[in-house]
């Protein structure tokens, strides 16, 4: 078993025993598999999208479903997500989550999603704590709040939550509190975590997407037509959860809710990687870290803003020759608007998203840029059942599209419905 999995299954059946023997057992309110504990997700997925293939087939497509390299529309319709998801209280303040998840056309279309426990104490002077460990998403993403680490009201989520779901989840732990002052909030979390060492080659190496797509504990993403000298050394895959220089990343995140109708955060995020450790199928400890801010406003009873911007950084490969095979700065944000209609829910969405090149030309330009724009219609059919229409659109320039015969320059439609 791995170092970092080891101490992190070591903290986990710590918060067990500590909420097992360290409150009264007059308390203990013990759920473990009643239906309160078990949430599920089925979605049936109709879609049509025009343009380039998707990277699902290998390519530079920016998202999950892709056209045959013209404007005609290709059609699907499939399962595009199912999950069942155990929620049991084991004591009053001991708690877990647990998620499986079927995601097709993935290298295991059958995998673990989430696996943590969660630990919640009394107040101490009026600030509350809370605690996890175990196989989780940091608190990056503002969108995908829903069961199973779904988008709650829209099909798609930002090209930012869409690289989260693809290259941040983590083994590890992490320690919140909260403070209320008034009508204000103020909160700290500070996380520790193994098992992200390739963080940051599908940024680089393949470029932002906008997707629903969530990483797998055992399988992997595909890359693109690389560079012949890049893919002379990195594989064809990358594996989302691996453990490769034994280094212990961190992350950082505040909040401030100066009124309760808005909200504000900052998180920095550090996997602290080497940048040369190489395992035998080619991955790469990658050296990745990112600024994030994000911010929420209830305008009024129906209508909500979400905003959130990332800058960050990734390299991997030795420093001398030719240098780092992969040297990275990127840029992301978003603005969306949701607005209540009756029981409906519309929402449209702006994205901006970069990368810029910082390797040699040795290694080919894995620069990029592009927009996308989101439109989004939620209509709840009864208690369990709602249908989602979304219109996609992508506008992006990557000049490594060349090694796939494609042109640097694409757009694409992609059009979604999902029950």
Same mark, same amino acid.
């Given at each position: &078993? ?17 909420? &097992? ?5 007059? *308390?203990?309110? &013990?759920?473990?598999? =009643?239906?309160? =504990?078990?949430?599920?997700?089925? %979605?049936?997925?109709?879609?049509? $999208? ?7 087939? +290998?390519?530079?497509?920016? /998202? ?9 529309? *290709?059609? %699907? ?14 004591? !009053? ?11 097709? *056309? ?8 989430? $696996? ?8 101490? +002077? ?36 869409? !690289? ?23 909160? $700290? ?21 906008? /997707? ?9 993403? @595909?890359?693109?037509?690389? @560079? ?11 594996y989302s959860l691996r453990e490769l220089d034994r280094r212990v990343g961190w992350y950082g995140r505040l909040d401030w809710r100066p009124v309760p109708e808005a909200a504000l955060f900052g998180l920095y995020w550090n996997n602290l990687g080497d940048m040369t450790t190489r395992s035998a199928d080619r991955q790469?400890? !990658?050296?990745?870290?990112?600024? =994030? ?16 911007? &990332? ?15 992969? @040297? $990275?700065?990127? +840029? ?11 029981? +409906?829910?519309? =929402? ?24 996308? /724009? ?7 059919? @009864? ?11 992508? %506008? ?24």
């Amino acid at each position: &078993m791995r170092s970092w999995r080891f101490a992190s299954s070591a903290f986990a059946v710590a918060l067990f025993w500590a909420g &097992m023997f360290g409150a009264d057992k007059a *308390h203990a309110q &013990m759920d473990a598999f =009643s239906p309160a =504990s078990l949430h599920g997700v089925v %979605d049936l997925r109709a879609s049509a $999208a025009n343009g380039e293939p998707s990277f699902r087939d +290998d390519g530079f497509g920016k /998202s999950r479903f892709g056209g045959a390299g013209t404007d005609a529309f *290709h059609g %699907d319709l499939r399962p595009a997500f199912v999950a069942l998801e155990w929620r049991p209280h084991l004591t !009053w303040n001991v708690g877990a989550v647990v998620a499986v998840i079927y995601q097709p *056309h993935q290298e295991r279309s059958i995998d673990l999603g989430q $696996a943590y426990l969660t630990f919640k104490p009394l107040p101490v +002077d009026g600030v509350r704590f809370q605690a996890r460990a175990g196989l989780f998403y940091p608190p990056i993403s503002q969108e995908n709040d829903g069961t199973a680490w779904t988008p709650r009201t829209v099909i798609t989520p930002s090209a930012i939550a869409s !690289w989260v779901g693809e290259e941040t989840k983590v083994a590890g732990v992490e320690v919140s509190a909260l403070r209320k002052v008034g009508d204000q909030s103020l909160g $700290a979390t500070l996380g520790a975590f193994g098992d992200d060492d390739t963080a940051g080659t599908l940024l680089a190496l393949r470029g932002w997407s906008l /997707s629903d797509y969530q990483s797998q504990l055992r399988g992997g993403f @595909n890359l693109p037509p690389l @560079n012949s000298h890049t893919a002379a050394v990195q594989g064809g895959e990358t594996y989302s959860l691996r453990e490769l220089d034994r280094r212990v990343g961190w992350y950082g995140r505040l909040d401030w809710r100066p009124v309760p109708e808005a909200a504000l955060f900052g998180l920095y995020w550090n996997n602290l990687g080497d940048m040369t450790t190489r395992s035998a199928d080619r991955q790469w400890a !990658w050296a990745t870290d990112f600024w =994030s801010l994000g911010a929420s406003w209830d305008v009024n009873d129906r209508t909500r803003l979400l905003a959130q911007a &990332m800058t960050g950084r990734t390299a991997a490969g030795w420093a001398g020759g030719h240098g780092r095979y992969a @040297n $990275a700065r990127f +840029d992301a944000a978003y603005l969306l608007v949701e607005r209540r209609i009756g029981s +409906d829910t519309a =929402s449209l969405r702006a994205d901006l998203f970069d990368v810029h090149d910082r390797a040699r030309a040795f290694f080919g330009d894995t620069s990029e840029h592009g927009w996308a /724009s989101t439109a989004d219609w939620r209509h709840p059919l @009864n208690r369990v059942l709602d249908l989602r229409l979304e219109a996609l659109y992508i %506008d992006s320039d990557r000049p490594s599209r060349i090694w796939a015969d494609e042109a640097p320059a694409q757009r694409q439609t992609v059009l979604q419905s999902s029950l």
